[in-house]
Structures are given as C-alpha cells and as structure tokens.
C-alpha cells in the first residue's frame, strides 16, 4: 500500500486520477491539496470533495484549499471551454457535508509528510505552487518524501502553452524551478508519455458494461466529463472521441513505475525570460558534483496496458 497525497487544480483529468487513487487497493489517499489553474482553489476543493463522495472509497479523506495565486501573485485559470466553467466539464455532481479543513496547505503537505515518516509519496497534477511554498517553509522536505510524482513539462516535445513549455510548469515556473532544484527523489510525466496516450469513448462504454455497482456513479461522471473534454480535443487536436491522458497517467505511474521507461536528467526551469517561461532546461555537460539530484523524466510507457490499467479500478 502506498500513501499519496494529492496535490491538484482539480479539473477533468485530475478527478480522472482522483477517482482512481481513491479505488485503487494498492493506493492511500493522504489528502488532497487545491490550487489555482483549470479553475480557481476553492473550486478545486469543492470538487474534490464531490469526487471523494461518489467515490465511495470508504475512508476519509482531507481537502485544503492552497495556492490562489502564483508565488509572484499573479492568477490566471483555463479558459472555460477546456475544462468548463466548473472545472469539470459543467458536470453538476452530489454536494456532500465535507468541508475543506481550515489549514495552510503547504503547511498540510509538511505535516503528513511529517506523521508518514518518510513514506508519503506526493503526486502533483497541477501548478508547484502548493510545493514550493512548503519548501520556503522547509527545505529538508525532500529528504521527509518517499518520493514525488509531477505530471508536468515536456523534454522532448513542443509545449501546450507555447512552443517550448507545459500548462502546469508555466502555469508557476519560479515555483517549478524551486522543486526542480530541490533534491525530491522525483518522478516526472510530461507530454513526452500523455500526448501519446489516450482514452477513447469505446474504453468508457465497456467500463461501464462490465463495472461494480459501487463504481457506476463515478464512471457515468467520467463519461459525462469526458464528452465535454472529448469537443475540446477535437477543436485543438482534431481528435474524434478520445483525448489524452495527462493526470491519470501521473497517478498510475506513481501505482507502478513499471508501465514507464526514464531518462535521468539534470533540469531547471526557466522563469525570467517571458519567452521561454516554463521551459525546462537541460544541463548535460559533465559535472564533478551535482548541485542537485536527477530526475527521471518518463520518455516512454505502455500506453495499452496504461489505460486498461486505468478502467480495471471500476470493473
């Protein structure tokens, strides 16, 4: 069993990873942390805390509501016609009794990774804002984790953002250099693996065929937000029926490492230049001594066995 803590804008494909980590048996939800970016903090919170309800999983799990802003105060969310103006799609889910704990979030990510005692992996699914203010406050952080998941970036391929950089590491690049360069035992999924992974609308019609009872409500949201992020891929991708697979993607590697081949690299991100924001930047020249640890950037993944993987928690 592995303990996560989740730290998410929680949009269409974060409550996809959500809902996962929630019936994985092989996955502990900690808690989960909001930030600004598919739509703002609290509503990221409020729809966590709806996702955790249809869930069903069985456990309680704590909301914070983190980062409204990036760490040089500035706040800019997706446009509404990605993920809605909801965040999910405009899927009106259950309200439940839930509310977020009252609680600094960064503050929250140094207490569990405090009471887990070196096994808390955390698994980001949105801007680093949320991580970066916990490092201000401790930077032995790093050495507290058992290891840190970011979905996020791109080593390889060109950007969604800009030709050179990703939604979440621009969405805050000062805060993304700041983990980059932190020393977290880091695992990084970018556009290198999700953009060549995708879900279809026939892998949502046989969950739902052949799914428990216990798992209905929460693929029939899934197959209701799905519609909506499925147009938007087809506008700016020009795909029919499918999108790709970002956060869900995170969250399964974080399960099982094992789906992913990586390349260890030596990378900051770059934040001063308007430009480049968000770009990670490579140094591969040799070095003596590290200023600070590799990561190890997911460059390929079964995508095949990814999805079933994925679909497999519900049925």
Do not use: W
Request: aromatic share 6%; hydrophobic share 40%.
């Amino acid at each position: 069993m592995k303990h996560i803590l989740i730290d998410a804008d929680t949009g269409i494909d974060d409550s996809i990873a959500i809902l996962y980590a929630l019936k994985s048996p092989y996955l502990h939800v900690e808690g989960i942390t909001t930030c600004f970016g598919n739509s703002g903090a609290e509503q990221s919170a409020e729809n966590s805390i709806r996702l955790i309800g249809i869930s069903h999983c069985g456990y309680d799990v704590p909301v914070v509501v983190g980062a409204k802003e990036t760490l040089d105060g500035e706040s800019k969310s997706a446009p509404a016609h990605i993920h809605g103006d909801n965040g999910i799609g405009n899927v009106v889910l259950p309200a439940t009794a839930q509310k977020p704990l009252d609680m600094d979030a960064a503050d929250f990510i140094l207490e569990k990774a405090r009471e887990l005692n070196g096994e808390l992996i955390i698994v980001t699914t949105g801007r680093l804002t949320n991580l970066a203010r916990a490092l201000q406050k401790d930077p032995t952080l790093p050495r507290q984790v058992k290891g840190l998941v970011v979905m996020g970036g791109c080593v390889a391929v060109h950007g969604n953002v800009s030709p050179v950089a990703e939604a979440n590491i621009a969405g805050d690049a000062r805060a993304s250099d700041l983990v980059f360069r932190a020393g977290f035992p880091m695992l990084l999924v970018g556009l290198d693996v999700t953009t060549k992974t995708f879900i279809t609308a026939k892998d949502v019609e046989n969950a739902l065929r052949f799914c428990r009872e216990d798992s209905r409500e929460s693929l029939e949201y899934i197959r209701q937000a799905l519609a909506f992020y499925f147009e938007f891929h087809r506008v700016s991708e020009g795909m029919v029926d499918c999108c790709f697979v970002h956060d869900p993607l995170a969250m399964l590697l974080a399960e099982d490492p094992t789906l992913g081949t990586y390349r260890m690299i030596r990378a900051r991100v770059e934040y001063e230049c308007p430009d480049y924001a968000g770009k990670i930047v490579l140094d591969e020249r040799f070095q003596r001594t590290m200023e600070h640890g590799e990561i190890a950037a997911c460059m390929e993944v079964d995508a095949d066995l990814a999805i079933r993987r994925l679909f497999s928690v519900f049925c």
